[in-house]
């Protein structure tokens, strides 16, 4: 009985380590071959993202820059004469027009100074008729032999002289009325007056550096603005040789406030400032109302004309360490790459693809910063926000440098 007992021990034991041997490789088995089939299954789910189809697009060029306003026309009003101020003859910030009287210097003497210089001018009129008379009479009498030569010739001389005198007599006429003209003071240029820097009483002379006022003229006005050499560079072969640009002028910060009129760029400096390295343009701007004042700052929207471009929204491009842009992309097989992307500058708020990008690439708008190089995704097409679907009529075209 005991061997029996043994006996049936032993093989209670064969049994049990056997099944334990075959139990543990099957499920290893098992487990392995689900690890091996895990990726060809797609064991992480897919990502879904938002995607944009690009297309191309025709947008309006522009280019914003700050400007500041000045007078198309200004004339400082300045005394040719001394004399006392007697009178002011126009009201301070008053449009004036060209030729009116604005200020009456003290006259007596000017006109004492012409009495005297007509009556000279009268003297030596009277004298040449005696002398010419004389020199007529002696003409006849050198023939006969009545009178020398000497003495002939002594009379010519004495009508030249007196003809030369009747000259500066009438100079100084001339000089005489001219300064007396001066008393008046006339509006150079027509334009709104600023206030007057003398008063009546005052005592002024014709070399003094200060002016009596000043006239400006306001309609049209100038808007000058400063932008790099470069840039002006490129917005020259932008424009393409167009003889007129439009210019649009916003006041503000914001650029919210649109001037109603609408100008045109007309001027570029031809030198660039070494120290700044900008160049100076000008726009001229009709100025009906007299809104605009020399000195106003102001923001000016330069309309270069259109261009098909296409468009990738900022929201969906990274910037990486080296300064470079990259988006990322859905291929054919609905799995996510990344492609480096050149921009020329910013449209609203999308960059303009110079190259890296084609018409029909779909890229990855949201949903992009949980997936990786090859991941599987599930597109969905993006929706601009409500805030996207109005531009503001003053966005503009801003450079940017992808060097740095």
Sequence with gaps: MNKRFFVFVILLALLGAGGWYIWTHLFLAKGSAENAMAPA?????????????????????????????????????????????TKRL???GANVQKGDQLYQIDDARYKAALASAQADLTSARSNITSIQARASRYEELVKIDAVSHQEYDDVKAQLD????????????????????GYTKVYAPISGRIGRSLVTEGALVTANQEQALSIITQLD??????????????????????QDAVPVSVFVGDNT???YPHEGALKFSEVTIDETTG???????????????????????????????????PQRAATRMPDGSLSVWIVDEGNKAQMRSVQVDSAYKDNWIVSSGMEAGDKIIVEGYQKIGP???????????????????PEADLEKTDERK
């Design 256 to 258: 919210v406030l649109a």
């Design 220 to 241: 049209p006005v100038y808007v000058d603005m400063q932008q790099s050499g470069t840039e002006a560079m490129e917005l020259q072969g932008q424009m393409g040789g």
């Design 374 to 392: 090859g991941a599987e995704v599930v597109p969905s097409p993006w929706v601009p926000p409500a805030d996207m679907m109005e531009p503001p």
């Design 90 to 92: 126009f009201e301070e």
């Design 161 to 180: 002289q007196a003809n030369a005198g009747v000259a500066v007599a009438k100079a100084a006429v001339d000089v005489a009325q001219v300064n007396l």
């Design 278 to 312: 900008s160049i100076t343009l000008r726009a001229i701007v009709p100025n009906p109302d007299s809104v605009f004042l020399p000195g106003l700052f102001v923001r000016a929207t330069i309309d270069v004309g259109e261009k098909e471009v296409l468009l990738v």
């Design 41 to 85: 299954m797609g064991g992480a789910p897919a990502m879904p993202v938002s995607v944009l189809e690009l297309k191309r697009e025709t947008i309006a060029l522009t280019r914003s820059l700050p400007g500041r306003v000045s007078a198309f026309r200004q004339s400082q009003v300045r005394p040719q004469v001394n004399g006392i101020i």
